[in-house]
């Protein structure tokens, strides 16, 4: 297997920076300038973002310009939004900054149109007073284009599917230096490939997709002591077994900071285990559902209740504020208890888990649903995905993340998630054979000289 080497070496002056400057509207910023470094910094601290230029775009033509200007000279482009998906041997020599694309349009008739900078807490915002909401992701403070590239599984993924299954069309800027609009019926190999491929095609500029009528929902974050989470997590998994596609659920062990003054008090310095809910139907219902989940163990803390869908960040508590993080991901097939049993052993109470952050999320349901088309996204027969995370620098974190791993083996399943790839390597596993080969064609057509950095991944399988 070929390894990826990050392609940043001493800027050249050969490379006439000054001259891509002269023609777009965003400013350009090179290496050792003094707004270099707050302009390159993605939101995972730990993630060294370094390329010899950035382009802060304000327009589509300023993200031509730079394709175009990236492809006469022979170098590669990476787009950036917030930062929160990074990889460091994937960043080109030139980091086409694009949050200054910020469009947002909602219309009430139950769709959106969204610029690459808008992160999903303006649509979630935009589309509440007609009783709509997005597809969003486990926090609002994610980029929609990023997000949605991947594929996206969201706290509604079991009612509803993935966000990238509700996207209409795409304006991107493919690497041969085009601004093109995607359908299903325009350029529909783009359409395949940017629809879970990430970058790997162009670099999206702006998006449309479907909403769904969902003003509110039951749900939220219910809270155990860690050493109860043996029980607990044995409750959960015969209970969701038997729900119904209406709830989308996952179970996170948290050891969270004294420190941090977003921690609720009761949480802090411990362990504990969260069981996070959504109901899309009746409130009632989900009451009804759920309520074998508050009976597993004395509770610590329950935040599960009816609540308008701008409060959809409680169910899943992510952390906002940038930190240096570690994370590793794979997606299972099965959840058996001696699963549970062996993540447990390595991530419960009474163990050395490094880990702030050990995530299980239950897929299948509208997931598992192609009706809106096929798409390069290929995780659909996971039954449930599995996350950790860690703060970069903590003693062993590496290792311990790579045991979980290995422990949770003989039940990990074929193509892992594409938002919870986190190398080049990782990223090129989320692909099956027919993905691949349809996904290096459109990169023949679309990209022929290969500046798409995200690209090389292609070159990995």
Not at 3 to 21: D, R
Not at 99 to 112: N, R
Not at 139 to 150: A, E, P, S
Not at 180 to 208: D, N, Q, S, Y
Request: aromatic share 6%; hydrophobic share 40%; proline share 9%.
């Amino acid at each position: 297997m070929t390894t990826l080497l990050p392609t940043t070496s001493p800027l050249s002056p050969a490379v006439p920076y000054e001259q891509l400057a002269a023609r777009t509207t965003g400013p350009v910023v090179v290496r050792g300038d003094a707004d270099y470094d707050a302009m390159v910094m993605p939101w995972n601290l730990a993630i060294p973002v370094q390329p010899d230029a950035v382009l802060a775009a304000r327009t589509d033509d300023d993200v031509v310009e730079a394709v175009r200007f990236a492809r006469a000279h022979g170098l590669q482009v990476t787009p950036q939004a917030t930062g929160h998906g990074p990889m460091t041997s994937l960043v080109g020599q030139i980091l086409v900054d694009t949050k200054g694309l910020d469009e947002c349009v909602v219309h009430p008739e139950g769709w959106a149109r969204v610029g690459a900078g808008v992160k999903w807490l303006r649509v979630v915002e935009a589309a509440a007073p007609h009783g709509l909401a997005p597809l969003s992701g486990s926090i609002t403070d994610v980029g929609v284009v990023g997000y949605t590239t991947g594929g996206g599984l969201g706290p509604m993924a079991r009612t509803y599917g993935l966000a990238s299954d509700r996207v209409r069309a795409v304006e991107v800027v493919s690497g041969d230096g085009l601004l093109r609009r995607v359908t299903p019926t325009e350029h529909p190999e783009l359409f395949f490939g940017l629809r879970g491929g990430k970058g790997m095609l162009g670099i999206v500029t702006a998006i449309e997709f479907d909403l769904v009528r969902q003003p509110t929902f039951y749900g939220g974050s219910l809270w155990f002591d860690g050493a109860d989470a043996p029980e607990v997590i044995r409750r959960w998994k015969s209970w969701s077994d038997e729900l119904p596609t209406a709830g989308t659920t996952s179970f996170a062990v948290f050891q969270l900071p004294g420190e941090d003054p977003m921690v609720p008090p009761p949480l802090a310095d411990r362990m504990t285990v969260s069981i996070r809910y959504v109901w899309t139907g009746d409130h009632d219902e989900g009451a009804r559902w759920f309520e074998p989940m508050r009976n597993a163990a004395p509770v610590i803390l329950d935040d599960v209740a009816t609540k308008p869908y701008t409060a959809i960040d409680s169910v899943h508590t992510d952390p906002l504020d940038p930190i240096p993080s570690h994370e590793a991901g794979t997606v299972l097939r099965d959840l058996p208890l001696e699963a549970v049993d062996a993540l447990l052993a390595l991530t419960g109470a009474g163990t050395p888990s490094p880990q702030i952050i050990v995530e299980v999320r239950q897929m299948g349901g509208a997931v598992r649903d192609e009706r809106h088309g096929a798409s390069a996204f290929c995780s659909r027969a996971a039954a449930y995905s599995l996350l950790l995370v860690g703060i970069a620098g903590t003693p062993g974190l590496h290792e311990h993340g790579r045991a979980v791993l290995d422990a949770m083996a003989p039940w990990t399943g074929t193509y892992r998630l594409p938002n919870f790839s986190f190398s080049p390597e990782d990223l090129a596993t989320a692909y099956d054979p027919p993905t691949i080969t349809r996904l290096r064609a459109a990169s023949r057509t679309y990209d022929p000289d290969r500046v798409m950095a995200l690209g090389r991944v292609l070159d990995l399988r």
